[in-house]
């Protein structure tokens, strides 16, 4: 375990939960490469039983770490609404993206980010049920692999139906580890 002032962060053995029916679970990533400045963002919509429903990636050719985050989440609940999911938890493994949700002061502490920090609080006032929660890396392991590959692809925004090959043994590892807890 991991504690924070003698609050529990996260298990070291974590691993990913299904949401309850009738939710979707939405997890996100943004990938940013220091040497060529290109971002990725990734994601993946899973239903209650760990079925994928939806992934998406894109590729950006500037940006950062922080706007590769918020853009996946803002991507992410788009397409949630697109297809009409309306029961979402989004899982983020970017603190700061939930400091910008739950933000209420100005957006100057996020000026750069401001049109993303718009889009994202907008997305959240639509009349849907959600709830954006921080989780730690290791259990993000699909939107991870999914965002690397938009940040390495110089493909534009793509949504997949069926998993991907290449993203297969995380999301089976995914299922796999979430049946030790059910």
Known sequence: MVFLNHHKL???NA?????????VKLN???????????????????????RWLFGFANSARTGDPLKAELTAVVE??????????????CETDCGE????????????????YANLVR?????????????????????????????????????DYVVWHKAPTFVLEAVEWDVMSSMDIV
């Open 10 to 12: 996260w298990e070291e």
């Open 15 to 23: 691993s990913w939960v299904p949401p309850e029916h009738p939710n």
């Open 28 to 50: 996100t990533d943004g990938s940013w490469r220091p040497n060529t400045r290109l971002m990725g963002t990734g994601g993946v919509i899973r239903d209650c039983v760990g």
């Open 76 to 89: 992410g609940l788009s397409l949630c609404w697109n297809v009409g999911l309306r029961n979402i938890i």
């Open 97 to 112: 993206v939930i400091e910008a949700c739950e933000s209420l002061v100005s957006l100057e502490r996020w000026q750069v």
């Open 119 to 155: 889009a994202l609080k907008e997305l959240l006032s639509r009349n849907w049920l959600i709830s954006i929660r921080w989780i730690p890396r290791e259990i993000n392991k699909v939107a991870h692999t999914l965002a690397g590959w938009g940040a390495s692809s110089s493909v």
